[in-house]
């Protein structure tokens, strides 16, 4: 792969997920600038976040904010 090609996303399940069907996974893009997120029941689509807004996000329910 080129410099220029962009790399393929790569999801992965929480360890908490088992074998359901029902979780989300979540991936990061090149050089770890955003985070995506999708539904394993929908792989075909994600949503984009920015890295710092997912940590964020991580930082509140880890501490049981959300």
């Not at 090609?5 to 090149?30: H, I, M, Q, W």
């Amino acid at each position: 792969m080129s410099e220029t090609t962009p790399r393929p996303l790569v999801f992965r399940k929480s360890s908490y997920s088992a074998n359901s069907a029902n979780c989300v996974e979540v991936g990061e893009t090149a050089a770890a600038q955003s985070v995506a997120v999708r539904d394993s029941k929908t792989p075909t689509g994600h949503l984009s976040f920015a890295a710092s807004e997912w940590q964020a996000f991580l930082v509140d329910v880890k501490s049981d904010k959300i």
